[in-house]
């Protein structure tokens, strides 16, 4: 959909960096035990949107449902997993264009397999081109809580730039349709950053987001990648992205217009009306916590080891015809390598880091090692203290990457 496959955490961040952590393996962070999140990889969507880089295709209905049948044999092959998982995540691409029969199979699969608690919550992204009356109701009957819309932008014009199926007033009739559905979470998606996205475009599209009244929304910065139709507009020139200091100022809009509607920034991109609506499964990927990933590309993380499965759909169903887990590659993460991930995670969030246990973890008292860095950004108000914990304030989320990346070891 946009932004939240837990492959970014796979990024190495440790290049160039002097670190004070033993090599030896890290224990796990003090929320390991509290379940583990599943993944799960639907790799289709209806067309291709131009800034798009996941692993996704246009698949008609046999090659969906020929996925459908290689995801039961995948999900067959990890019964031996013993994590409980307290979130399923149906993702993608757009999970939604499967039927609710091919949902519900999968969804069946999953609990008989794999250890998954009675109270565990079920995320599925949907787009509004998929949200019909019948199709909610049946989302609603498989057990969903929390579900996700990738409207992107209530702006016709934004809307067909970034390559949309649907409309604004599509979208808008989409999202009514989900909030009055009763979902425990109703969450949409925008994207901000455009290259000639006015403030007064972003704020109509925020203030029609809060009038809308979801209990959560992801605000993703635009992001450019290389081999998308968007990358070689810009290596022609076609494409200009908004300059820094712009996206800057958009998004201090975004916390100011969601914050007076009464949405929290709890992450980045995050924003909740109250802590229950918090993703208490991306919270696993920010938390460092275990999580398993099923479906072409999807990776995975066992508090030490990540892995990946092919991306390509041809390879990863050659394996499961030899019924061998389509795991692609796999690294061991070292304990300076955990280190700067869970600093970089969180200065991403408002949890902030546990600075006990921090130490616990990695040997390392980092206020006492940042000491005059961390005293000048308390002193800025970009870093908050609040007991154990230090924490980005809202002006230190919009540096959260630099801030970590200041952070020494
Ligand atoms: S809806 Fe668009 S951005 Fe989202 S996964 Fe599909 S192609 Fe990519």
Redesign the pocket.
């Known amino acids: 959909?946009?932004a939240r496959s837990p492959a970014a955490a796979s990024r190495r961040p440790t290049a160039g960096r002097s670190a004070r952590v033993a090599p030896e393996r890290a224990s796990l962070p003090s929320g390991a035990g509290e379940g583990a999140g599943l993944y799960v990889h639907v790799p289709?969507?209806?067309?291709?949107?131009p800034?798009?880089?996941?692993a996704?295709s246009v698949g008609a209905a046999p090659r969906r449902e020929a996925f459908v049948r290689d995801l039961l044999r995948e999900i067959a092959l990890w019964r031996e997993w013993r994590e409980p998982f307290d979130t399923v995540y149906l993702g993608?691409?757009?999970p939604s264009i499967l039927g609710a029969g091919q949902l519900g199979r999968l969804l069946d699969a999953v609990r008989s397999h794999l250890p998954v608690r009675d109270d565990a919550r079920i995320f599925l992204?949907a787009?509004p081109e998929d949200v019909a009356h019948e199709a909610v109701s049946a989302w609603r009957r498989l057990g969903v809580h929390t579900l996700s819309l990738?409207v992107?932008s209530f702006d016709d014009r934004e809307l067909r730039f970034?390559?949309?199926r649907h409309d604004a007033a599509h979208a808008q009739g989409a999202v009514r349709e989900c909030v009055a559905a009763g979902f425990d979470t109703m969450s949409l998606d925008l994207i901000f950053g455009l290259p000639d996205q006015s403030a007064d475009t972003l704020r109509a599209s925020l203030d029609t987001a809060v009038a809308l009244g979801p209990d959560h929304v992801s605000c993703y910065q635009l992001t450019v990648h290389e081999g998308t139709a968007f990358g070689r507009r810009r290596a022609r020139g076609r494409l200009v992205e908004m300059p820094e200091d712009e996206q800057a100022a958009r998004y201090a809009l975004i916390h100011q217009v969601l914050a007076r509607g009464g949405w929290r920034a709890y992450e980045v991109s995050n924003f909740a009306r109250a802590p229950r609506h918090r993703s208490r499964h991306n919270m696993k990927y920010w938390r460092h916590l275990p999580y398993l990933g099923l479906g072409p590309s999807a990776h995975s993380f066992d508090g030490a080891r990540r892995w990946w499965n092919h991306r390509g759909i041809e390879a990863y169903r050659a394996a499961l015809d030899r019924d061998e887990r389509p795991v692609a590659g796999s690294e061991r993460l070292t304990r300076e390598e955990l280190a700067l991930e869970a600093l970089m995670f969180g200065m991403r969030t408002t949890e902030g880091i546990d600075l006990r246990d921090f130490r616990r973890r990695f040997g390392v008292d980092i206020a006492a090692r940042n000491r005059r860095f961390v005293g000048d950004c308390l002193e800025s108000g970009l870093l908050e203290r609040a007991g154990d914990r230090l924490k980005p304030s809202t002006a230190g989320l919009a540096v959260a990457d630099t801030l970590a990346a200041r952070l020494e070891l």
Not at 51 to 54: A, E, L, Q, R, V
């Open positions: 959909m946009t289709f969507c209806s067309a291709i949107c800034y798009c880089d996941f996704v993608g691409g757009t992204e787009n990738g992107q970034l390559g949309r």
